[in-house]
């Protein structure tokens, strides 16, 4: 058990809906972030929060937004999404950004048809 | 911009010794980290150099050579547990982590 809890662990979502990933850590860290995982590609950081402000956007496009309305959650907000945007996409948290260790989520596998 | 480089694949049997290299080119160095992953699961920390030279944990050891931009993964007495993915990660400009592609490691008996 890392900590770090995903929500849901399997989505599946047409390229019009709405939907929502959620993050939350209960390690009392201040900084998290989301990555994105496909496959036989290297992890690729999308967002990252420090005590609750935005501090990187890896030029993500738009129809990912993030949120973090307190250190201990994170949200993904998904809309209008393209197939090419199944992945599986992890939040992570760590005490500091300068921090090398970082403590993963399960993930959401997320499948856009 | 910064990249690393990895195996995409290495096969060991049970007992063994196994060295999972990376290479990395980046801009500003704070540290190389290794996580892994098994499949269906999240990436965990496994250890970090921030100087060079070894360090040991374990069955696992670490390396580093900044002046040689490498680093390396070292498992001892390997086990059918250790199947997993390996990834380097650099910690570089804005002290942002950077991963690499991933090393799949399967354990034979």
Redesign the interface.
């Known amino acids: 058990e890392t900590g770090v809890t995903q929500t849901p662990r399997h989505l599946v979502m047409g390229m019009t809906n709405k939907k929502s990933l959620k993050c939350e850590q209960h390690l009392g860290h201040n900084a998290m972030y989301w990555y994105k995982q496909s496959a036989k590609k290297p992890l690729e950081l999308m967002f990252v929060y420090s005590l609750e402000e935005r501090v990187e956007n890896n030029s993500v496009p738009s129809r990912f937004s993030p949120e973090c309305p307190n250190s201990s959650h994170l949200f993904l907000h998904l809309h209008t999404l393209q197939p090419e945007d199944s992945a599986l996409y992890l939040c992570a948290s760590s005490q500091g950004t300068v921090s090398y260790e970082q403590y993963f989520g399960p993930g959401t596998r997320l499948t856009v048809t | 911009g910064q990249s ?1 480089e990895q195996p995409s694949e290495v096969t060991a049997v049970e007992g063994a010794i196994v060295q999972i290299n990376c290479t990395y080119q980046t801009s500003g160095f ?2 190389l ?1 290794w996580y892994q992953q098994h499949d269906g ?5 496994l250890s ?1 150099n ?1 100087l060079d030279g070894l360090e040991e944990t374990g069955r696992f050891s670490s390396f580093l050579s900044r002046s040689d931009s490498y680093g390396y993964l070292l498992l001892q007495e390997l086990q059918m547990k250790d199947s997993a993915s390996y ?1 380097c ?1 650099v ?1 570089g400009v ?9 090393t799949r490691l399967m354990v034979k008996p």
């Open positions: 690393l704070y540290g980290s699961g999240a990436p965990t920390f970090y921030g990834f990660a910690r804005g002290n942002m982590l950077t991963f690499g592609g991933g």
